[in-house]
Nanobody, 128 residues
Framework: QVQLQASGGGSVQAGDSLRLSCERS????????MGWFRQAPGKEREFVAA????????HYANYARGRFAISSDNAKNTCYLQMNSLEPEDTAVYYC?????????????????????WGQGTQVTVSS
């Protein structure tokens, strides 16, 4: 059984940076598509960024492109989300998720239903 442990959230000022981590345990030596989603208070969960199971390609939500970067360290079974130039609108609970290759429809999993495993979420609060 795959388990995902997200960490790295916190309270920062606008313009600051944070790096979120998502450590995967279990599931064997398989590759997974990895993604980050977020949910702000009173809003639905939304896509942030994702990378394909081979690790070579990525996709970002418009608001994240140019500010956020997703990466992975396969040796550590860990996926990262580097977030720069944070804004108060980025305040949310951030979730990491893992997608099995056969469930990915178009190379990079950007839809929630492509993901099988979810982490518990880590809170990011950005104050102005």
């Amino acid at each position: 059984q795959v388990q995902l442990q997200a960490s790295g959230g916190g309270s920062v000022q606008a313009g600051d940076s944070l790096r979120l981590s998502c450590e995967r345990s279990g599931g064997g030596p398989h590759n997974y598509g990895m993604g980050w989603f977020r949910q702000a208070p009173g809003k639905e969960r939304e896509f942030v960024a994702a990378m394909g199971w081979s690790g070579g390609s990525s996709h970002y939500a418009n608001y994240a492109r140019g500010r956020f970067a997703i990466s992975s360290d396969n040796a550590k079974n860990t996926c990262y989300l580097q977030m720069n130039s944070l804004e108060p609108e980025d305040t949310a609970v951030y979730y990491c998720a893992a997608a099995l290759p056969f469930k990915i429809r178009a190379g990079i999993p950007i839809n929630e239903d492509e993901y099988t495993y979810w982490g518990q979420g880590t809170q990011v609060t950005v104050s102005s």
